[in-house]
């Protein structure tokens, strides 16, 4: 199905390795934060570079996002789904 859009529309790119090139040092950096045995620095590693990705100074995000956490009903805070091992 995919290889059929590609054929159809030549402006789209046949892969992904853009998206696979900016996001491995956000794995590899969560990987080693894992490997050697912080799980709390291993899981602070997604939003950071996250709010990188996104041109986000990843200090004020987080301070953001802490100061406001305390505020919202809980109602409002969804969990997102955990990822597969």
Avoid: C
């Amino acid at each position: 199905m995919a290889l059929m859009r590609f054929l159809d529309n030549g402006d789209l790119p046949i892969d992904n390795d853009q998206v696979e090139n900016r996001i491995r040092p956000i794995a590899l950096g969560r990987q080693s934060w894992l490997f050697v045995g912080s799980l709390r620095a291993a899981a602070a590693m997604s939003p950071i570079h996250s709010a990188k990705l996104n041109g986000l100074d990843p200090y004020a995000y987080l301070r953001d996002v802490l100061d406001l956490l305390p505020t919202q009903p809980a109602s409002r805070i969804t969990r997102s789904p955990t990822p597969p091992a």
